[in-house]
């Protein structure tokens, strides 16, 4: 049995200035959509526990780790989303896959705002939760690979690392972006308020943005890497129209070639997923509960570490252009690997100065920005235009449902049996030892090197 062709695709014939900023802003916006639910959850994560994981007389702890088992299983799906979102993006385009990912990613996380709690409907609720997040990881899945996708094939030359870097700092801007909705309602709201309507409204206003989202994408073209792709695997028949290409689907390397690229380029981002989820999403939740910090000031110190990630980012992208991805991401996985434990347990002290722990916090952060600065390029260098969207995804994928989506999860758990405050640096220390191993397989040269 025959498979249809490709849909047919414009196909600029090179990446217009107009077109690759074009392609930069449309690529982004969606990933910060993502990227503020994802931090909006975790921000409000035990109020989320008590409305929808604490029955009457449950223990607040088992409804924390509930919550976050809620969040790692999203986490899960997201390989899933970037297998199914992938091959259709490397087979029909990358455009018409964007469009559809921040449909599902918007709809599902609005709906998560207008959600009855356990208090009303009993156990349907959490499952109801549970499902939403389903489809956020699935869609989720499909987003990273897409948006880095077009971002990196879109970028002018020699500019792959500061284009992709972009990725990672609508991470930083997502989660700065819920950050700072999280705390105006903290601040403006009673904590009776907050609790019973208030952690509603960050999750709704996600429908304005995606809707935004959506008009910039409807008006992306596709990529001239896929277009050239689509045009290679076939000609043209007599009479098409100018301007668009007809062929069969681009030729894709041997699987094992690809399954061995995921596999290397998760254990190279690994240390960016561990380290990136606990310094800059559970570390509210750590402080809350294992510390007894208020819940304000659990956010500035999250404030703080997303701060110094987001100022790292954008010139660890630009330096990785001119020196190569490699010394780059290496220096971040060294820098929280070696100072990890001594960073928290100056954040545990009581008696250390205030601007000395918001100074490590911003550190640590910026650290972390070094790994994900380059990260995006790093991947899309890794993988051919045939199966770019795929295999960039679930390695990126695959490294956040172990090493992030389990983050909150397992620290919440290995603390509360253990009662040793030290797990976070031993998690995230671990993670970047490994990654930084597995970094130093990289090329040199990669950066200089054509797209495949």
């Given amino acids: 049995m025959t498979t249809p062709a490709p849909a047919p695709v414009r196909a600029p014939t ?18 910060l959509v993502e990227w503020y639910e994802f931090g909006v959850y975790g921000y409000f994560a035990t ?20 919550t976050y ?27 018409p896959v964007l469009v559809l990912v921040i449909c599902l990613m918007t709809g599902a996380t609005a709906l ?47 500019r792959r690392g500061r284009y992709g870097a972009w990725q990672s700092f609508t991470v930083a801007l997502g989660l700065l972006g819920g950050a700072a909705v999280a705390a105006l309602l903290a601040t403006v709201l009673s904590a009776s308020q907050l609790h019973a309507w208030g952690w509603r409204v960050p999750f709704l206003l996600t429908l ?31 009479g098409a129209r100018e301007g668009v290409l007809e062929g069969g689907p681009p030729r894709r390397p041997p699987v094992p070639d690809t ?15 561990a380290a990136g989820y606990t310094f800059l999403v559970v570390l509210p939740s750590y402080l809350q509960n294992t510390l007894h910090a208020t819940f304000q000031q659990a956010l500035v ?10 100022c790292s980012i954008l010139p660890a992208g630009a330096v990785s252009d001119r020196v190569g991805r490699r010394p780059v991401m290496l220096a971040g996985a060294l820098l929280v690997a070696v100072p990890a434990l001594p960073l928290l347990h100056l954040v545990q002290d009581p008696g250390a100065a205030t601007y000395a722990k918001g100074a490590a916090l911003v550190g640590a952060g910026a ?6 600065g380059p990260g995006p390029a790093m991947l899309a260098e890794m993988f051919p235009t045939t199966v770019r969207y795929t295999g960039l995804g679930l390695a990126y994928a695959l490294s956040n449902a172990v090493f992030s989506g389990c983050a909150g999860l397992v620290i919440t758990e290995v603390v509360a049996r253990t009662g040793d405050v030290d797990v976070p640096g031993y998690y995230a220390a671990a993670a970047c030892a490994v990654s930084a191993v597995a970094l130093l397989t990289l090329r040199g040269d990669d950066h200089e090197r054509e797209l495949r």
């Fill in 367 to 372: 650290a972390v920005g070094l790994m994900a």
């Fill in 208 to 238: 304005p943005l995606g809707l935004v989202a959506l008009w910039l994408r409807l008006r992306l073209d596709e990529t001239p890497a896929f277009a050239s792709a689509v045009a290679s695997a076939g000609t043209a028949p007599p």
């Fill in 259 to 273: 399954v061995r690229a995921v596999v290397l380029g998760a254990g190279r981002v690994m240390g960016w997923s």
């Fill in 301 to 310: 110190a999250t404030a703080l570490a997303n701060l110094g990630f987001a």
């Fill in 112 to 158: 998560i705002g207008a959600l009855p709690t356990y208090a009303s409907v009993g156990a349907v609720a959490p499952w109801l939760l549970t499902v939403l997040r389903v489809v956020q990881g699935l869609s989720a899945g499909g987003e990273f690979g897409g948006a880095v996708a077009v971002m990196t094939e879109c970028a002018p030359p020699g």
């Fill in 14 to 31: 090179a990446a217009r200035p107009t077109g690759a900023r074009r392609a930069l802003v449309a690529g982004s916006v969606g990933n």
């Fill in 47 to 66: 109020v989320i526990a008590a409305h929808f994981f604490t029955p009457e007389g449950g223990s607040p702890v088992e409804g924390l780790v509930k």
């Fill in 69 to 95: 088992a809620s969040f790692a299983l999203a986490f899960f799906f997201r390989p899933v989303g970037a297998a199914v979102f992938g091959r259709l993006g490397d087979r029909i385009g990358r455009r």
